[in-house]
């Protein structure tokens, strides 16, 4: 189901990394922010299982400017097998010394950014009596103008925080001009298909992705 009224978000930060995944050892982000990136900001301040978020539009409102930087990263993740084991009650490891898995790597990030989201959210199959459209589009303007969040979103790294605002009114146009190509770009992740990047042909417009035009030439996987 759809809804027929969507919601307009101002972000910024001083730093901002959506990383290209065919880099596999160093990060090199996209030249703006992704859709899915996008969407990340406002389940960070408001999901639930009963709606989906869907990006209608990005502005970019800022010069791209890049940053070249070196971040301390740690290598791998817990395994599975001694979490469980933590949860059954039993002893287990669950840290090892991070100075042994520590690496350093440089980062192509971008620099400070400012972006409008235009965005909307469909009712999905998990939604049951109790949730109407117009009750969780309530919830969500009001934790947007409060500045509510469950977690505090951020912009690809957690260390780079996303300070937001809601808008009111209408959004001021950019000082971007003209019509760039950003070539393929990641919109989501298929997690039906084994976690399957899905990409699309990005085009920026006066400042503009329009996210569903784009998404009608298709997507590539």
């Not at 009224?5 to 996209?30: H, I, N, Q």
């Not at 406002?42 to 400017?65: N, Q, S």
């Amino acid at each position: 189901m759809d809804i027929g009224f969507g919601v307009k978000l101002k972000v910024w930060g001083d730093y901002a990394c959506f990383t290209r995944p065919e880099m596999k050892v160093e990060r090199v982000s996209y030249d703006v922010m992704t859709p899915s990136a996008a969407r990340g900001i406002l389940e960070a301040i408001y999901w639930k299982p009963a709606i989906v978020w869907e990006i209608d539009r990005i502005h970019v409102m800022k010069p791209v400017k890049f940053d070249n930087i070196r971040r301390n990263e740690v290598l791998g993740k817990i395994p599975l097998a001694p979490v469980k084991s933590a949860f059954s009650g039993k002893e287990a490891v669950l840290f090892k010394d991070a100075n042994d898995e520590r690496v350093q790597r440089a980062s192509m990030v971008l620099r400070d950014v400012e972006y409008y989201i235009e965005a909307h959210f469909n009712m999905t199959d998990k939604a049951g009596p109790e949730d109407t459209v117009e009750k969780h589009y309530n919830v969500a303007l009001r934790r947007m103008r409060k500045g509510q969040c469950f977690h505090h979103p951020y912009f690809g790294c957690r260390e780079f925080p996303v300070q937001f605002e809601f808008m009111e009114g209408e959004i001021p146009k950019s000082d971007l001009a003209g019509k760039k190509d950003l070539g393929l770009m990641l919109w989501d992740i298929d997690f039906a298909k084994d976690m399957t990047p899905v990409f699309f042909r990005a085009e920026m417009n006066d400042g503009v992705i329009d996210v569903k035009r784009c998404l009608n030439g298709g997507v590539f996987s």
